[in-house]
């Protein structure tokens, strides 16, 4: 049973808890640390509390296809990693009780080395968003139990999540994705502040970000030009075009106040941004013939 402690467990005065340690040989540690290296959640930690997540994960091989690792509706006990394999996501609308062969619904989405699991439960408090399901003959997942992932994941990774959620609900660019898709935008952001004046992005240089711009205003400039091709405020984004073609910066953006942006990395724009990349490309710099600036 739970006891009162785990159902509180970022409450003060419970000192006596201390993390599982798990031991690990060279080669699992090697593998764990490659599965989360490309994950956003464990980006963010400072490197004693990645070791005490590390040590607390658990190795749990997935020896065939078709199996459950979490059901719909039940309560939450563990998040997870995915190490090799892929996992299908499931829902039914209904949320109703996952018996008979239609029970796990309507497959939503795929999960694959890197990616991770089951944090909303845990999060929230929550039933089971979703039934997770192999869909491989061999995979490997890794577990952390709820009390260390509320204790060190949630106190700073997921921090994140949610302070971002709300802005990000306001930028039009992403009013087509479901919240949940916002919600793995957000574990991706950092946020950098330019005073008055100073530069973003030069043009000419290679791209490695995406920006959304938080606060203040911007705008963007063309070499050949002597004013602004286009002005940027809360919401709107920038830098999305050297990503999308792999070319030189087209055009350099500079802070017009003291601005806040949410930066998004190269990697975290392609594996998130996929479905509003045909936003991005029409709305974009049709530039007219004319007057050469772009159409709006
Ligand atoms: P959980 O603890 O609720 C099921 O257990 C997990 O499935 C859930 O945490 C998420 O980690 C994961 N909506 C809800 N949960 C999802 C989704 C999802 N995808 C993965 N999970 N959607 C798919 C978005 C592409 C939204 C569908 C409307």
Known sequence: SVSAESLNPTSSGSESWSPPFHPKSADQVARLKKAVSGNFLFSHLDDEH?????????????????????????AGDYFYI??????????NPTGAAQSGPDGIGNQVGTIGPGGSFGELAL?????????????????????????????????????????????????????SLKPYERSKIADALDTIKY?????????????????????????????????????????????????????????????????KVARLGRDGFKRLLGPVEQIMRRTEYDVDPLTKTPAS
């Not at 990645?50 to 039940?74: F, H, M, N, R, Y």
């Not at 995915?82 to 829902?91: D, K, L, Q």
């Not at 997921?158 to 009013?175: C, I, T």
């Open 195 to 259: 005073p008055t004046g100073e530069t973003i992005i030069r043009e000419g240089d290679p791209g490695d970000s995406f920006y959304l711009l938080e606060s203040g205003e911007a705008e963007a400039f063309k070499s050949g030009t002597d004013h602004a091709v286009k002005a940027y405020s809360r919401g709107d984004y920038f830098g999305e075009l050297a990503l999308l073609d792999d070319k030189p910066r087209a055009a350099s953006v500079t802070a017009k106040t003291d601005v």
């Open 123 to 175: 999060m929230y408090n929550a039933p089971r968003a979703a039934t997770i399901v192999s869909l491989e003959s061999k995979s490997t997942l890794w577990a952390l139990d709820r009390i260390t992932f509320r204790r060190i994941l949630m106190d700073s990774a997921f921090q994140r999540r949610r302070m971002y959620e709300a802005f990000l609900e306001e930028v039009p660019l992403l009013a």
């Open 50 to 74: 990645l070791k005490t997540v590390l040590d607390a994960l658990v190795e749990k091989p997935i020896p065939a296809k078709d199996i459950k690792v979490i059901t719909q509706g039940d």
């Open 82 to 91: 995915v190490e090799e394999g892929t996992f299908g996501v499931f829902i």
